[in-house]
Structure formats: structure tokens, C-alpha cells
């Protein structure tokens, strides 16, 4: 037996107005009428148009776990940083330490 999933065309979910969906979604009305709540811009402009939902929602995954890494490291250079700089701030040849990186890093 196939199994199908629920919120398609050939299997639409009934819906009362407190219904949300996340993504394009088939449901039927409170009066039995069919209707597609589109999630995602192919099917906002075309309803018979290939879902793309589930591969912007992966994408979305992706860049919000890479995000998450990226802000994880630079919270981590960031206490690094202060750290270091603060080092350099009390050692007897810092403002010659810092000349040389700026001219290094051109800032
Ligand atoms: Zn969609």
C-alpha cells in the first residue's frame, strides 16, 4: 500500500481558520472547497508548479546550522581578542607592538 503524504493535492487536509501551515499545503475549507495555502514562491505563482518547500527548508537548515557555527567562532576570536589585546595593552613594548600590526594589517 502507498502511503500518502497528508497536505497534497490528492490527500488535502481539512482546515478550520486557526490552521497554520509552515509550507504549501492542499486543505479544504470549512465548506469542502479545495484550496493550496502556497509556501513557497513557485507555487504562489503557479499551484500545479513543482513544490519547493522542502528544498528551501533544507537550505534554510544548512545556513542557519552554518550561521550558528560562524557566531560560535566569533564569540570565540572575540574573547580571544580582548584578551590579547589587553596583554599587549599592559606589556612594556605594546604601543610598538601595535604600530607594527597596524602597519602590517593596514588599519
Ligand atoms: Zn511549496
Known amino acids: 500500500m502507498t502511503s500518502i503524504g497528508t497536505g497534497t493535492r490528492d490527500n488535502p487536509v481539512p482546515a478550520t481558520p486557526d490552521t497554520l501551515p ?3 499545503y492542499w486543505f479544504t ?3 469542502g472547497a479545495l484550496c493550496l495555502s ?3 514562491m513557485a507555487r504562489i505563482q503557479d ?3 513543482q513544490c519547493l518547500c522542502d528544498t528551501l ?3 534554510l537548515d544548512r545556513l542557519t546550522g552554518r ?3 560562524l557566531e560560535e567562532r566569533h564569540r570565540y576570536a572575540n574573547v ?3 584578551a590579547l589585546s589587553s596583554v599587549v595593552r599592559d606589556h612594556p613594548d605594546g604601543r610598538a607592538i601595535i604600530t607594527e600590526t597596524r602597519a602590517r594589517t593596514g588599519r
Open 80 to 82: 580571544w581578542w580582548q
Open 57 to 59: 527548508t533544507a537550505r
Open 29 to 31: 475549507d470549512p465548506d
Open 47 to 49: 499551484p500545479d508548479a
Open 22 to 24: 509552515n509550507a504549501c
Open 67 to 69: 550561521l550558528r557555527g
Open 38 to 40: 502556497p509556501g513557497c
